[in-house]
């Protein structure tokens, strides 16, 4: 097959040359965007009088007609076209006419790709936008059903201090939080225009750059032809976005496989996000969490790889360029999978509050607020954590728990301690006094809860932006 570009050349391209550089099968997820450039571009050639109407018209009805074709199912990619760009081109050219190469005036391959990954960059970050707000939503819900829940708190994965499950919870609302604003920074960076950068260096046509950039509703352009049709920052920032995310996802799924686990026993993920086994009629495997947990090694290799792309490239395009879409079309496609089935089972999870209360009850999580206990009547801390940690060593060896120790028992070991210290070490007591703002008291929880909710407004306002941007 000739190629558009083929003019210099005298032989053709070896099959084995053509099938490794193609990117049709994986970009051709870009036909939407190429042609709706191409649409601007032509538009714009038209308005400037590079094109008379008639020409810009008939190459507009040609790009709309493939754009009906593609998404009935009636065009057929091929490999030799090596990319959407040129598939498209080359259809447009076979149905109408000469007078679709006109269409490639003063734009290269260069700067129409760079256009088309913008364009379908914003897209995502909308649909990934919404999912991530969703998700934030459907923990928000979770934390407010559940609001009298006490949970164990851990460090080191040991039983530590007593914590209300909403704040738990509320800890992967603030860590989604911030990536949706590092999305917002992504977006920022993706919402510029390359096309009209030509190949590197401009074009020598009278174009107007920014009346392509209004109609596709870019909000600025590139200010340098060369670092138009070179950047991939964006996509490095939307990989490392997505790999914090995923990191994030993942270490929320670590905790619901073990909370789900017999041995925990906190929550119960509903059957429709868990599978069984083959051969053990018993098992109920919490398998999202688990994918989830995995695909993180993907985001985060995806990531790496487009840094060592990168590291090396001297200006301007080059085609180790063409393994941006790869790695990042994938990313897109795990984020989506990840946020939207992860809201879901957040909504459908039972809570097992007694079980975690039974713990709670059987363990020395209160043994910061016997301390506290003391230093409030005058010991110092350092002391108040020695006599303590002789009375969690008495109730070890002897099987009870610090509520069991009797009063004269205590008191033997500290004078400090009175007819009080029971109710100081009542859970509740304990999730109650830490009313720091922050802390894990009822108080601050229900305003971090209203809190929470004002940030899930300014981010559906974001969404909403970003929508109306990309209406096109």
């Not at 490639?104 to 995502?124: F, G, P």
Request: charged residues 25%; proline residues 3%; hydrophobic residues 40%.
């Amino acid at each position: 097959m000739t190629k558009l570009w083929g003019g210099r050349f005298t032989r053709d391209t070896d099959a084995s040359v053509e099938e490794f550089t193609s990117s049709i099968s994986f970009d051709q997820r870009m036909y939407r965007q190429d042609i709706l450039g191409s649409m601007a571009h032509a538009r714009m050639l038209g308005r400037c009088g590079i094109l008379t109407q008639m020409e810009t018209d008939t190459i507009i009805d040609g790009l709309a007609s493939i754009l009906a074709d593609i998404e009935a199912g009636n065009f057929i990619f091929e490999i030799a076209l090596e990319d959407i760009h040129m598939n498209i081109e080359k259809r447009l050219t076979e149905r109408i006419g000469p007078v679709g190469g006109k269409l490639h005036t003063a734009r290269s391959r260069n700067d129409q790709v760079a256009l088309d990954t913008h364009m379908y960059m914003k897209s995502a970050i909308q649909s990934i936008a919404s999912l991530l707000h969703s998700m934030e939503s459907a923990l928000l819900e979770v934390a407010e059903i559940n609001i009298n829940v006490i949970l164990p708190g851990y460090t080191h994965l040991q039983r530590a201090q007593p914590v209300l499950f909403s704040h738990h919870l509320l800890a992967y609302f603030h860590m989604l939080s911030r990536d949706f604003d590092r999305l917002r920074g992504v977006w920022d960076r993706t919402d510029i225009m390359p096309l009209g950068a030509g190949a590197l260096a401009g074009t020598t046509f009278p174009i107007d750059r920014r009346m392509v950039a209004d109609e596709l509703k870019f909000s600025r352009i590139y200010a340098n032809s060369m670092d138009a049709v070179s950047d991939r920052d964006y996509i490095l920032e939307f990989l490392s976005f997505a790999s914090i995310l995923m990191v994030h996802l993942s270490r929320l799924s670590e905790e619901m496989i073990l909370w789900s686990s017999t041995e925990f026993a906190f929550i119960e993920l509903d059957d429709a996000h868990c599978t069984g086994s083959s051969i053990m009629p018993q098992k109920k495997n919490p398998d999202v969490c688990e994918l989830v947990r995995g695909k993180t090694g993907r985001v985060v290799g995806h990531l790496m790889a487009m840094l060592t792309i990168l590291k090396g490239l001297p200006m301007t395009y080059n085609k180790d360029l063409q393994e941006d879409k790869e790695g990042v079309f994938d990313t897109i496609d795990t984020l989506k999978f990840s946020l939207s089935v992860y809201a879901s089972m957040l909504k459908g999870m039972k809570v097992n509050a007694d079980r975690m209360r039974q713990v709670l009850d059987d363990d020395y999580s209160n043994a910061t607020d016997m301390a506290d206990y003391l230093v409030r009547k005058g010991l110092p801390f350092r002391e108040a954590h020695a006599v303590v940690g002789r009375a969690v060593r008495v109730a070890i060896e002897t099987e009870r728990s610090l509520t069991e120790l009797p009063l004269p028992e205590l008191q033997a070991m500290c004078s400090f301690f009175g007819p009080d210290i029971l109710e100081a070490l009542r859970i509740e007591t304990c999730i109650e006094a830490r009313n720091s703002e922050g802390g894990t008291s009822t108080a601050q929880v229900k305003q971090a809860l209203a809190d929470c909710c004002k940030i899930l407004q300014s981010q559906q306002i974001t969404c909403c932006l970003y929508e109306k941007h990309n209406d096109l």
